[in-house]
Nanobody, 120 residues
């Protein structure tokens, strides 16, 4: 079984919606979504701890929702009102600390990424 695998990427017009899913063998206490555009650093988008406490970057707050289903051992990212600047490869990440966050150093396991492309 893969450590973490992302599903749900694709192409959408500005203003549209997509939902990403992430599952695998490392469904752990803190999980997060990151994204990376060509030539840019990988940045944290949203994170959630085992109790459902969430953190969002300012760039997606109010548009994206991160959630998790313990029974299905799956992490989700609902993305609404998408903008061209949301275009990136989106990565799922998992870690074992108590409190989540948007820093890469908090996470030990990573998925291979899924492409999200938003056209204007």
């Amino acid at each position: 079984q893969e450590d973490l695998v992302e599903f749900g990427g694709g192409s959408v017009q500005a203003g549209g919606s997509l939902r990403l899913s992430c599952g695998g063998s490392h469904y752990t206490s803190i999980m997060a979504w990151f994204r990376q555009s060509p030539g840019q650093e990988r940045e944290g988008v949203a994170s959630v701890d085992k109790d459902g406490v969430t953190i969002y970057s300012d760039s997606v707050k109010g548009r994206f929702t991160v959630s998790r289903d313990h029974g299905k051992r799956t992490l989700y990212l609902q993305m609404n009102s998408l903008k061209p600047e949301d275009t990136a490869v989106y990565y799922c990440a998992a870690g074992v600390l108590a409190n989540s966050g948007l820093e890469k150093r908090l996470y030990q396991w990573w998925g291979q990424g899924t492409q999200v492309t938003v056209s204007s």
